[in-house]
T-cell receptor, first 111, second 113 residues
Framework: KAGVTQTPRYLIKTRGQQVTLSCSPI?????VSWYQQTPGQGLQFLFE???????NKGNFPGRFSGRQFSNSRSEMNVSTLELGDSALYLC??????????FGSGTRLTVV | GNSVTQMEGPVTLSEEAFLTINCTYT??????LFWYVQYPGEGLQLLLK?????DKGSNKGFEATYRKETTSFHLEKGSVQVSDSAVYFC????????????FGTGTRLQVTL
């Protein structure tokens, strides 16, 4: 059974640009959650999508957005990038309360 | 709001030593509790979980017991191996699913021969 796939693995962007990250969940999982991991703030919840609807949202500015498609694949978008957006972005998929499976992440560097 | 507090790392142990990583939490209601492990360059892997008071989660020799009276979920292992070297995260979820996790800051474990 394939795991959670995140693409790309690495990205370098310039301040002010926008970026789109992709997450393909485990087959059959309808929920996808996104997290930002930084050395200073640790792991912080961004948002969760379930059946194409945002079900939970963390405390991030509106520059961070996401969406989910009918096949459960999800994308997150960050507009007007800032240096502080440099982080490892992790997505996780699940279908019950057992525990979510995480992908290996996309490392975004903003220069 | 919810929060999770973990002991500061790094924790350095010799192989076969006993491991304890402390974790306490603050939450309303009855959250589910988790331990995740992150190896270098990888995402997080679920290590174990507990969903109600006095539940004991266990996996790969690791154990943690949900203690509501002390709001704790300490991770233990009787004999660590070099391959256990990683960062360990304690987390909670109060949404009824594990879709929205509040994490601790992580504790780095280094096991030496």
């Amino acid at each position: 059974k394939a795991g959670v796939t995140q693409t790309p693995r690495y990205l370098i962007k310039t301040r002010g640009q926008q970026v789109t990250l992709s997450c393909s969940p485990i087959s059959g999982h309808r929920s996808v959650s996104w997290y930002q991991q930084t050395p200073g703030q640790g792991l912080q919840f961004l948002f969760e999508y379930f059946s194409e609807t945002q079900r939970n949202k963390g405390n991030f500015p509106g520059r961070f957005s996401g969406r989910q498609f009918s096949n459960s694949r999800s994308e997150m978008n960050v507009s007007t990038l800032e240096l502080g957006d440099s982080a490892l972005y992790l997505c996780a998929s699940g279908q019950d309360n057992y525990g979510y499976t995480f992908g290996s992440g996309t490392r975004l560097t903003v220069v | 709001g919810n929060s999770v507090t973990q002991m500061e790392g790094p924790v350095t142990l010799s192989e076969e030593a006993f491991l304890t990583i402390n974790c306490t939490y603050t939450a309303t209601g009855y959250p589910s509790l988790f331990w995740y492990v992150q190896y270098p360059g990888e995402g997080l892997q679920l290590l174990l979980k507990a969903t109600k008071a006095d539940d004991k989660g266990s996996n790969k020799g690791f154990e943690a017991t949900y203690r509501k009276e002390t709001t704790s979920f300490h991770l233990e292992k009787g004999s660590v191996q070099v391959s256990d070297s990683a960062v360990y995260f304690c987390a909670l979820s109060d949404t009824g699913t594990a879709s929205k996790l509040t994490f601790g800051t992580g504790t780095r474990l280094q096991v030496t021969l």
